[in-house]
Nanobody, 118 residues
């Protein structure tokens, strides 16, 4: 599966952005699609994920109530709607996949920079 992430940019605190992760090459059935982020000097963290077949979602505590992950099956695309952005959300955001049940993400798209100014 090839992943293409897009939608990053510069936004003021309190603003919104929507990231897109378009998948090609095969269906995402039985995959978990995740959005992960890495800020300078920090470890990469899983921000949100969705099980393609079933729609089960996960959110990191730091983004609950502000971020929403959703899929568009017809477009083989996963979105991350980010509202009420904070400067601490500044990071490079990646979309990635793993098979359901696997511990680690093993297929990555390129990153997209999100910068939130105070």
């Amino acid at each position: 599966v090839q992943l293409q992430a897009s939608g990053g940019g510069l936004v003021q605190a309190g603003g919104s952005l929507r990231l897109s992760c378009a998948a090609s090459g095969r269906t995402l059935s039985y995959y978990v699609v995740g959005w992960l982020r890495q800020a300078p000097g920090k470890e990469r963290e899983v921000v949100a994920s969705i099980l393609w077949s079933g729609g089960n979602t996960y959110y990191a505590d730091s983004v609950k109530g502000r971020f929403t992950i959703a899929k568009a099956s017809a477009k083989n695309t996963v979105y991350l709607q980010m509202n009420s952005l904070k400067p601490e959300d500044t990071a490079v955001y990646y979309c990635a996949t793993k098979f359901r049940g696997e511990a680690s993400y093993n297929n990555w798209g390129q990153g997209t920079q999100v910068t939130v100014s105070s």
